[in-house]
């Protein structure tokens, strides 16, 4: 079954500092891969996803992540951290065929300093 | 212009009572699911339906009833409430069954149970 590992529970920057949310997947088929936010006590907002093509891909807010097989990573990055970045982020991945299901990581809190 | 919107927002009800959470989405998908968040901000499937028909029904207490009247509403009623159902309960809706599409989100529905 797939599973996602988001390393680090909570991660805590300096305004202006690089932003490194990691996480690891563990199907031996590359999955579809997805980073969500959710801002306190709102939905989850899709940041970016990865599906084939591109392995390093782009989304809202100026976030973006690369795709790497050999490591079976998608760890989201930003040069920046703003402190409207503070939020819980979730990688998700899901897998082709027929399993449907999207298998979230635990989340990690992004917390911004000023 | 809400694209998933769930009610209520909130609810606090007694153990054993039985309660139902509605989730309509206007963004012409076929297909909905149910998600779990814990007290620890955990994500769990819980049903997908695709066109009224279920296809994922993960490994959820009988007292969990889904019912999609249409391909724009799922529900979720919930008979015989207990402490461990505290939690948000989250409606996401993705334009078909396809792996590589994204999910949107609604803004979840707190549940309490006294």
């Known amino acids: 079954a797939q599973s996602v590992t988001q390393l680090g529970s909570h991660v805590s920057v300096s305004e202006g500092a690089l932003v490194l949310l990691r996480c690891n997947y563990s199907?031996?088929?590359?999955?579809?891969l997805f980073w969500y936010v959710q801002y306190p006590n709102q939905g989850l907002q899709l940041l970016l996803k990865?599906?084939?093509?591109?392995?390093l891909v782009k989304g809202i807010n100026g976030f973006e992540a690369e795709f790497k097989k050999s490591e079976t990573s998608f760890h989201l990055t930003k040069p920046s951290a703003h402190m409207s970045d503070a939020a819980e982020y979730f990688c998700a991945a899901k897998s082709g065929g027929s399993n449907y299901k999207l298998t979230f990581g635990k989340g990690t809190l992004l917390t911004v300093n000023p | 212009d809400t694209a998933v919107s769930q009610t209520p927002k909130y609810l606090v009800t007694q153990m054993g009572n039985d309660k139902s959470i509605k989730c309509e989405q206007n963004l012409g998908h076929d297909t909905m699911y149910w998600y779990k968040q814990d007290s620890k901000k955990f994500l769990k499937i819980m049903f997908s339906y695709n066109n009224k028909e279920l296809i994922i029904n993960e490994t959820v207490p009988n007292r969990f009833s889904p019912k999609s009247p249409d391909k724009a509403h799922l529900n979720l009623h919930i008979n015989s409430l207990e402490l461990g159902d505290s939690a948000v309960y989250f409606c996401?809706?993705?334009?078909?069954?396809?792996?590589?599409?994204?999910?949107?989100f609604g803004p979840g529905t707190r549940l309490t149970v006294l």
């Open positions: 199907s031996s088929v590359p999955p579809y």
């Open positions: 990865y599906t084939t093509g591109a392995t």
């Open positions: 996401a809706s993705s334009q078909d069954r396809a792996p590589s599409n994204e999910q949107f």
